[in-house]
C-alpha cells in the first residue's frame, strides 16, 4: 500500500495492536512515528517495531502525512488544542477515540479536517482487526482511500454512511472482544470448579472458540442458528446447556449490554 507518514499521537494498548499489524504486514516501521508522554510506553514501541517514538506531538503531527488521534477520550482536548497551530491542509487525521464526534474534533483543532473516525479493535494486533469508518464530508477520494487500505492491512472493514453507525460498531465490534473474553473466563473459572488446571482449562476453553469462530469463518452460507443446532443433540447435553442459557435471557443480556455501550459512547459525546 502507499506509504504515507504517519504519527500515532498516543501510543496505548490500541495504537500498539494497530502498528503491530501494520509493520507485519509489511508497513515501513520507518514511515510511522508514536507519541507518549512516558517513556516507559515509548521504549517498547520502538524496540519491538523499529519504529520513531517521541514525546513531542507538535513535531510527530508536523512531520506526518496522517495523523492517528489515539488517546483517551476524555484527554483529547487537551491533545488537539496544542496542534490548533497546524496547517492540516494536505494532512489526513484519522481518530479512533470512541464517543468524539467529527464535529467536536473539527472544534478543538479548530479546523475542517479530511477526518475519518475509525473504530478499530485489539485484534488488529494480530491482523485480525474488525474496523468501522466513517470519512466526514470534507474527505478527499485518495484520504477515503488510504484509511480503507490502512486498516485493510490489520484486518477487515465495515464503512458506515452516517456517523451515529460508528457507535453501533462499538458494540458491535470495537468492544465485542472483551465480550468474549469475559465468556471465557467464566468458562475457564468453572472448567477449573470440574476438576482441570488453569493450563487445562484454558485450552480447552479457547481451542473451542477458536474452533467455532473459524467454523463460522469457512461457513459463510451457513447461519449461525444452523451451526449452533449441529452441536445440538436432541435430548443431549448441549441442549440442556442451551436451555439453561435462555432460561437466564442470554440474549436479552447481550442485546442489553450492547445498548448500554452505545449510550455511554452517546453520554461521551456530551462530556468531552
Ligand atoms: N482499547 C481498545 O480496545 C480500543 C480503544 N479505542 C480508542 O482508542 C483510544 C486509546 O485507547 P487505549 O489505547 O485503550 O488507551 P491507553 O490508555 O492504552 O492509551 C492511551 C495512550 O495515550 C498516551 N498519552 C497520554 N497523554 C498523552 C499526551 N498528552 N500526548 C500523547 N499521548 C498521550 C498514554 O501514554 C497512553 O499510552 C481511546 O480514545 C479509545 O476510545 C478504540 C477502539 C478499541
Ligand atoms: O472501552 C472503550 O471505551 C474503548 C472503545 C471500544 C473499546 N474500547
Known amino acids: 500500500m502507499e506509504q504515507r507518514a504517519i504519527a500515532f499521537i ?21 514511515k510511522i512515528t508514536a507519541t507518549a508522554p512516558s517513556s516507559a510506553r515509548r521504549e517498547p514501541l520502538a524496540r519491538d517495531y523499529g519504529i520513531h517514538t517521541t514525546d513531542n506531538n507538535l513535531s510527530a503531527a508536523s512531520d506526518a502525512d496522517v495523523i492517528v488521534l489515539a488517546v483517551k477520550p476524555q484527554l483529547m482536548e487537551d491533545v488537539c488544542r496544542p496542534l490548533q497551530i497546524l496547517d492540516f491542509s494536505g494532512k489526513l487525521v484519522i481518530s479512533i477515540a470512541a464517543g468524539i464526534s467529527a464535529e467536536r474534533l473539527n472544534q478543538m483543532l479548530a479546523t475542517n479536517l479530511s477526518l475519518v473516525r475509525v473504530m478499530p479493535n485489539t485484534p488488529s494486533l494480530i491482523g485480525k482487526g474488525m474496523s468501522g469508518l466513517f470519512a466526514s464530508s470534507h474527505i478527499n477520494p485518495n484520504d477515503r482511500q488510504f484509511a480503507e487500505h490502512l486498516m485493510q492491512a490489520v ?118
Open 10 to 30: 498516543g501510543a496505548g494498548n490500541m495504537a500498539r495492536s494497530i502498528i503491530a499489524g501494520l509493520v507485519a504486514s509489511g508497513y515501513a516501521p520507518d
Open 155 to 272: 484486518g477487515e472493514v465495515c464503512w458506515v454512511e452516517q456517523e451515529s453507525g460508528i457507535n453501533g460498531i462499538i458494540a458491535a465490534a470495537g468492544s465485542a472482544p472483551a465480550y468474549f473474553f469475559l465468556f471465557m473466563e467464566a468458562m475457564q473459572e468453572e472448567a477449573i470448579k470440574q476438576g482441570f488446571t488453569p493450563d487445562q482449562a484454558r485450552m480447552l476453553v479457547q481451542q473451542s472458540a477458536l474452533g467455532a469462530a473459524e467454523m463460522v469463518v469457512a461457513n459463510p452460507d451457513t447461519d449461525l442458528a444452523t451451526l449452533r443446532a449441529q452441536v445440538t443433540s436432541k435430548g443431549g447435553t448441549t441442549a440442556e446447556a442451551i436451555r439453561t442459557f435462555n432460561e437466564c435471557q442470554l440474549s436479552d443480556t447481550v442485546a442489553k449490554a450492547m445498548r448500554a455501550a452505545v449510550s455511554r459512547a452517546e453520554e461521551m459525546e456530551k462530556l468531552f
